[in-house]
């Protein structure tokens, strides 16, 4: 089933034309990778999926709510961890927030961390806080715009499991990444930005391109 | 190592060169600040003084002084009050209440001991004073004001004391020659007196001469008749009535020499030895004149003489909450100072604020939470808001302790324009918050922001001294109508009545500033996704 459809989606800035007329679709449960040079238009693809950019023309059907981490993370600083989760719950009307709260501590490693301020924290952490910040409205889609920017293989590994276990547990990942050994082996499809099209690609699809 | 810095300094100013906003900032902002400086201070020069009159009887001199007023930039209103002239300048509406006080019991100064009445020269052009009634919150202008209103004052002053002085002159002359002509007069007069004394003296000699020879005289035709008698033996028919009629000649001279004659002369001298007693007063009086006359003729009268007196009062008196003390220098700076505070502190607040919230990486995930876009400006806005409030709450408990004015007397009022006010400022350093994108030109831009309303505040360039597209334009500064507010509050203890113009702009300007700012607000968010 799918998740997210795009039909006939096209995105200029000005004159220039950055989608055009590009129709795929998202599975639902899936994680799918946007790949493309750099600079091609998979952070906007990623903003028109998020809703932050409206399409010059065509529609996108997404069956689902979205949570989404970008590639700076998108926490208060100052703030300490459970702050920042309280926070951003409030702001997106969570209900029982306690215990959510609790729960995403407990399942992303974090427990320890609860009263550490962001700034203090590593940037696998940061990176682990900032998706538990996108987990708070319990997403079924969550979409990560350059999860592994700036992490050391060894997070990168932790953020990659983190990746998986939140897929099992139902929700469909859309993810962007320049680090590409690991994204053909987390991805199960992939959307390919190639001159102003998105095409739908299979996994093996995805392990020709990056070589 | 200089090579490096150079390479430095040269990277900054590309940046600065690729940041548009911030080199414009940096490179007009002087040009801009020269500007507005020159527009402000280039005439310095009093303009337009909004005054209450209030006359308390009507005289040509009144008239005269009104036209003078209105020649020099004063806008006359009269009133037929004190109580109105003064409550103009409480509300602030005004800048000072001109009182001209009819003082019918004046009289010269300095020349009272000479007794010389002041009702001979036209009387009616010295019962008058002038009381200003000041607003000394108003530092920047009040002097001037004064100034300008004592610079009319003098040169009514001096006409009227060149033709009273002329006036004093004359008469004093005149006076003078009279004393001398009645001393002279005096001096004939005690010399007559002598003479008169002297004739009488002789006279007096020469009749007790007289006498003594008449008495001589009888005591020889007493003997004669007595030798008669006895020679011839005459009847008594015959010599009785003669010595009868001697004894009663006798007796009439004695008693012509003895009594009359004495006491007339005895009297005389008396009467003369007091005529010349009191001649001799009136020409040491006299004398005593002319050395008062020489004396006045020596003291410079032109500066001494003052025909129209001016005081200057200030509105605030008696609102201390000292007794017996009046407001200090601080009292009157202190709303200014309390404006000030609020307006630089907000808009700097408010603008960094903003844009810290914008440069976070946690904005984006902020603007795509279930927020409404007047909730998230609302939110921080109220940030800001509470931060400033706290900051002047903690300002006016400390100033509470050591100002003589009583702030709190009028809390409500004072809330209300607090709350009013904070809210404009903070609105207009939000809208900065949105227009720049990084928190040096924010700051830059709210400094600016707030010297240009320090600029045309009453602390630097008053209304008053501004020309007037400029005033005009400025008489709607928040910084200008909050300072008007706060010294009515807090030195005037009006209050903000019933309705006021001022707190309704400030309203109408917090208004204006949140519609902009949520519009500012709803582009940027665009951009900033994008």
């Not at chain 2, 209103?149 to 003098?154: C, E």
């Not at chain 2, 001016?310 to 017996?324: D, R």
Request: aromatic share 8%; net charge neutral; hydrophobic share 45%.
């Amino acid at each position: 089933m799918d998740i997210i459809s795009a039909r006939d989606i096209s995105k200029s800035f000005g004159k220039k034309r950055v989608i055009s007329d590009s129709t795929f679709s998202v599975k639902e449960g899936s994680i799918t990778g946007i790949v493309g040079l750099n600079g091609s238009g998979k952070s906007v693809l990623i903003k028109m999926l998020i809703g932050f950019l409206k399409s010059n023309s065509g529609r996108i059907e997404v069956n689902g709510k979205i949570g989404f981490s970008m590639q700076n993370n998108s926490l208060y600083e100052n703030l300490s961890v459970k702050e920042n989760l309280y926070y951003f719950a409030r702001l997106s009307n969570v209900h029982d927030k306690k215990e959510k709260i609790s729960n995403l501590l407990s399942r992303l490693s974090l427990k320890d961390y609860e009263k550490v301020l962001v700034k203090n924290l590593s940037g696998g952490t940061k990176k682990r806080v900032d998706i538990a910040c996108s987990l708070l409205n319990d997403p079924n889609i969550l979409i990560l715009d350059e999860p592994f920017s700036g992490l050391d293989p060894n997070l990168i590994n932790e953020i990659s499991k983190f990746i998986f276990d939140i897929n099992k547990k139902g929700v469909t990942i859309i993810l962007t990444s320049h680090v590409f050994h690991e994204l053909p082996d987390l991805c199960s499809t992939g959307l390919w930005v190639k001159n102003g099209q998105v095409i739908e690609i299979s996994k093996s699809e995805i392990k020709r391109i990056y070589k | 190592m200089l090579f490096k810095s150079i390479s430095i300094l040269w990277k900054n100013i590309l940046v600065l060169k690729n940041s548009k906003l911030s080199a414009l900032i940096i490179l007009i902002g002087p040009v801009l600040l020269i500007l507005l400086l020159g527009l402000a201070l280039g005439n310095t020069s009093l303009k337009n003084i909004q005054t209450n009159l209030y006359v308390e009887q009507n005289t040509t001199f009144s008239n005269q002084f009104k036209e003078e007023l209105v020649k020099n930039s004063f806008i006359i209103q009269d009133t037929n009050t004190l109580e109105d002239c003064l409550s103009g300048v409480r509300k602030k509406e005004k800048v000072l209440c001109i009182e001209i006080k009819n003082q019918s019991d004046f009289s010269f100064p300095n020349l009272d001991s000479t007794n010389i009445q002041v009702d001979k020269i036209s009387a009616s052009d010295f019962q008058n004073s002038i009381n200003l009634h000041l607003d000394f919150s108003r530092q920047r202008i009040v002097w001037g004001v004064i100034s300008k209103v004592d610079a009319i004052v003098n040169s009514f002053s001096q006409k009227l004391r060149k033709n009273a002085l002329d006036e004093l002159s004359k008469e004093v002359l005149d006076l003078e020659g009279t004393a001398k002509s009645n001393k002279a007069i005096v001096k004939v007069s005690s010399a007559s007196l002598t003479n008169i004394k002297s004739n009488i003296r002789n006279f007096q000699k020469d009749l007790e001469e007289d006498r003594k020879n008449l008495n001589n005289s009888f005591k020889k035709l007493e003997s004669s008749i007595d030798e008669v008698d006895d020679l011839y033996k005459a009847p008594d028919s015959i010599i009785f009535p003669v010595f009868v009629a001697f004894d009663k000649l006798k007796e009439g001279w004695t008693n012509f020499t003895e009594n009359q004659n004495t006491k007339i002369l005895e009297n005389s001298n008396t009467d003369i030895n007091r005529i010349e007693n009191n001649l001799k007063i009136v020409e040491r009086e006299l004398s005593e004149v002319q050395q008062v006359f020489e004396e006045l003729r020596s003291q410079d009268l032109d500066k001494e003489f003052n025909p129209i007196p001016l005081f200057y009062t200030s509105i605030s008196e008696g609102i201390s909450k000292k007794s017996a003390s009046q407001p200090q220098f601080l009292d009157y700076l202190f709303p200014s100072f309390l404006s000030l505070f609020i307006a630089f502190i907000s808009i700097t607040l408010g603008a960094t604020i903003v844009v810290r919230e914008r440069i976070s990486g946690a904005y984006i995930r902020e603007i795509m939470s279930k927020t409404s876009d007047f909730t998230q400006i609302l939110g921080r806005f109220l940030t800001v808001f509470f931060i400033v409030l706290i900051q002047i709450l903690i300002i006016l408990i400390i100033s509470s302790f050591f100002l003589t004015i009583p702030l709190f007397s009028n809390i409500g009022s004072l809330i209300v324009s607090i709350i009013v006010s904070i809210a404009v400022f903070v609105s207009m350093g939000m809208i900065l918050g949105y227009i720049f994108d990084s928190q040096e030109t924010a700051i830059l831009g709210a400094v600016s922001l707030s010297i240009l309303l320090v600029l045309f505040s009453s602390l630097i360039s008053p209304l008053e001294t501004l020309p007037d597209l400029t005033r005009s334009i400025f008489s709607f500064s928040p910084l200008i109508l909050l300072e008007k507010l706060l010294g009515r509050i807090l030195l005037l203890e009006t209050g903000l009545g019933t309705k006021s113009l001022e707190l309704i702009v400030l309203g109408v300007t917090f208004i204006i500033s949140f519609i902009i700012l949520m519009g500012l607000y709803k582009i940027k968010k665009r951009g900033e996704i994008i």
